[in-house]
């Protein structure tokens, strides 16, 4: 909630990904139940979290400049 009052348009949406696909690969890193199916190596569930923090790094980058040349318009 501090972040959705606290920051720009979107970063708190970026912010979330990026957490959650660090948190979702090590959380399978850890388990241990699931057979590790892609390449011998990575869970589907680590595979979703890899490819979910590039996009909330690319959503925040792209949220940071976005956000810079609209306040510059306005102002």
Same mark, same amino acid.
């Given at each position: 909630? +501090?972040?959705?009052?606290?920051?720009?348009?979107?970063?708190?949406?970026?912010? +979330?990904?990026?957490? +959650?696909?660090?948190?979702?690969?090590?959380?399978?890193?850890?388990?241990?139940?699931?057979?590790?199916?892609?390449?011998?190596?990575?869970?589907?569930?680590?595979?979703?979290?890899?490819?979910?923090?590039?996009?909330?790094?690319?959503?925040?980058? +792209?949220?940071?400049?976005?956000?810079?040349?609209?306040?510059?318009?306005?102002?």
């Amino acid at each position: 909630f +501090y972040l959705v009052r606290h920051t720009k348009r979107g970063i708190t949406m970026a912010s +979330y990904l990026t957490l +959650y696909g660090i948190f979702r690969f090590l959380n399978e890193l850890l388990r241990g139940d699931n057979p590790k199916v892609l390449a011998d190596f990575f869970t589907p569930a680590q595979v979703i979290g890899l490819l979910i923090i590039p996009a909330g790094i690319g959503l925040f980058i +792209y949220f940071q400049r976005h956000e810079s040349k609209d306040t510059e318009l306005s102002h």
